[in-house]
């Protein structure tokens, strides 16, 4: 089974806390459609905590979408102090990705073919125009 940490603030809605923002075109449909299809087990990974988590988990739940945990591995870890909070997830998607968060087709997409983990493109670009190769070079390969 596939476990999947996912943002909130950004990634589900835009950007907008400590309020919540405008939801995201299609992220919970998205999600949903990934529980339904692949039955992955979705944790929700986000700043909040309190009132304001609360306000998110409702949020979602309102719209039909349930996670699996909460800032937490399982249902039923505890946070403890003197650990950070470090999950086991398969997957992150946040809006604070390397390259920023995809269109939700393109996540959905990546998931279902299972390409998730593979790097859209090993290609680094330089900046810099490549250097003709002199006499030797030519005769040395």
């Known amino acids: 089974m596939l476990d999947i940490a996912v943002d909130f ?10 309020k919540i923002g405008r939801e995201l075109p299609f992220a919970i449909d998205t999600l949903k459609r990934l529980q339904s299809d692949f039955q992955v087990r979705l944790l929700l990974w986000t700043v909040r905590d ?3 988590l ?23 870890e505890t946070a ?16 604070r990705n ?14 279902a073919s299972g390409n998730h983990l593979k790097p859209i ?7 810099y125009p490549k250097k003709k190769k002199g006499l030797f070079g030519s005769l040395l390969g």
């Open 9 to 18: 603030d950004g990634t589900i809605v835009t950007h907008e806390y400590p």
């Open 54 to 76: 609360e306000e998110a988990v409702e949020f979602c739940r309102a719209r039909g979408l349930e996670f699996y945990a909460v800032n937490a591995n399982y249902p039923e």
């Open 121 to 127: 493109s090993n290609d680094i670009q330089s900046e």
């Open 98 to 111: 390397l390259a920023g968060l995809p269109d939700w087709g393109v996540i959905y997409q990546m998931i």
């Open 50 to 52: 309190g009132v304001e």
């Open 80 to 95: 403890n102090d003197k650990q950070p909070r470090k999950l086991k997830a398969d997957l992150f998607i946040d809006d």
